[in-house]
Each structure stands twice: as structure tokens, then as C-alpha cells.
């Protein structure tokens, strides 16, 4: 069975980082593809980060938005993949997914992030 | 960017009913495209991918179509179960990106 576990939201205050994982098992981690998707309480949701296998030199891309400030990684070793946050801003509120695939084929259940002061 | 926009917002409909939920594209994507269900209080599960592929252990009451711009996902014979909102994405160019969702209801 797949499982994507989502850890390290919170409270932060404006400007402050964070830094999320996504430990996962069920599937051959070391050639997946994997994303982070946040969902914001609108409701809407949105792509983040992608980082790809090692036959492809783990390529990273990035949503212009977050570009500079978000930065994706992956171990291989511990199945996991991560999400470091600098400067966040209240708009940074959101419910933080990581994924499987360029289609999403499975997501975790998320871990809230809260940026207020 | 592309944008994925989708239609209607909101729906409501009756078990045993066939809808269906409608995604354009500002820009051809092919066939890359994808279809999310999601239920209150749980994260999104992929329904369809690359347009008419059906994940794992979805029914067959849930069908994917389309190519290009324009795309559908049609669900037949709707039971209480899938009160849920549905979202589309397109995942042919980055960023990837989503529609703004389909709430269905049930009368």
C-alpha cells in the first residue's frame, strides 16, 4: 500500500522558515517523481515544486511565485522528500501535500501551515 | 501559464443521475490531463489520468474524455458516495495547474 506521511506544519510568524517532510512507502521511492501541492483555505490548489529521479539529475522546477524562497529535496536513502520554507508569508497559509508522479497519483494527508503574527 | 478553467462551480444532482464536469484549457495540453475527487475532510485521489485512464480501483462509472483544450469527466449513475468536489489539472507544461474545483451535491 501507498503512504505518504506529511510532517513539520505549524504556527510560524511572517518572515520566519520552516522546513516540511514527506516520508512515504508502498512504491520504489528512488525512481518516483514527487511534487508538494498546498491546498489554501479557498480551497484552491497549487502546484509548488517538483523534483525528479537520478536518471534525470534530479531536476528540480519550481512555481515562479515561491522561486528563491522554497526549496525541494529529496533522500533516497529514507524515502523522503522535503520542503524548506524561508520568508514565509501570510498568503503561505495553506495545507501543504506531497505527491506522487507528475499526475498526482497519490497524496498524503497534508500538514497545515499558519503564517500570522 | 495555462489556465484550466472549469465548469460549472456547483452542481446538484440526484443518485442515479449521469453528470458531467467540464475543464478548457487556455492552451492545447493533448491529452495531458488529470481528474481529482475530494471529500470533505480528506486530501485529493486521482480519479483519471492522461485523460481517460482510470486509477486503480476506480469505477467505471466515472469516465474521463477529451483532447487538446477540452476535456470531461462524466459520472454515471451517481450514488451518495460521491459527494465530493471535483478539480482537473493539466500537467503538460510547468507549472502544472489546476482547475478551481466542481462542487456536486445531491438533492
Known amino acids: 500500500e501507498v503512504q505518504l506521511v506529511e510532517t513539520g506544519g505549524g504556527l510560524v510568524q511572517p518572515g520566519n522558515s520552516l522546513k516540511l517532510s514527506c516520508a512515504t512507502s508502498g512504491f520504489t521511492f528512488s525512481t518516483a517523481w514527487m511534487n508538494w501541492i498546498r491546498q489554501t483555505p479557498g480551497k484552491r490548489l497549487e502546484w509548488l515544486a517538483q523534483?525528479?529521479?537520478?536518471?534525470?539529475?534530479?531536476?528540480?522546477s519550481y512555481l515562479e511565485s515561491v522561486k528563491g524562497r522554497f526549496t525541494i529535496s529529496r533522500d533516497d536513502s529514507k524515502s523522503s522528500v522535503y520542503l524548506q520554507m524561508n520568508n514565509l508569508k501570510e498568503e503561505d497559509t495553506a495545507i501543504y501535500y506531497c505527491?506522487?508522479?507528475?499526475?498526482?497519483?497519490?497524496w498524503g494527508q497534508g500538514t497545515l501551515v499558519t503564517v500570522s503574527s | 501559464d495555462t489556465v484550466m478553467t472549469q465548469s460549472p462551480a456547483s452542481m446538484s444532482t440526484s443518485v442515479g443521475e449521469r453528470v458531467t464536469v467540464n475543464c478548457k484549457a487556455s492552451q492545447s495540453v493533448g491529452t495531458v490531463v488529470a481528474w481529482f475527487q475530494q471529500k470533505p475532510g480528506q486530501s485529493p485521489k486521482r480519479l483519471i489520468y492522461?485523460?481517460?485512464n482510470r486509477h486503480t480501483g476506480v469505477p467505471d462509472r466515472f469516465t474521463g474524455s477529451g483532447f487538446g483544450r477540452d476535456f470531461t469527466l462524466t459520472i454515471s449513475n451517481v450514488e451518495a458516495e460521491d459527494l465530493a468536489v471535483y478539480y482537473c489539472l493539466q500537467y503538460d507544461s510547468i507549472p502544472p495547474t489546476f482547475g478551481a474545483g466542481t462542487k456536486l451535491e445531491l438533492k
Open positions: 505527491t506522487t508522479g507528475s499526475s498526482g497519483a497519490y
Open positions: 523534483i525528479e529521479d537520478k536518471s534525470n539529475n534530479y531536476f528540480i
Open positions: 492522461l485523460a481517460t
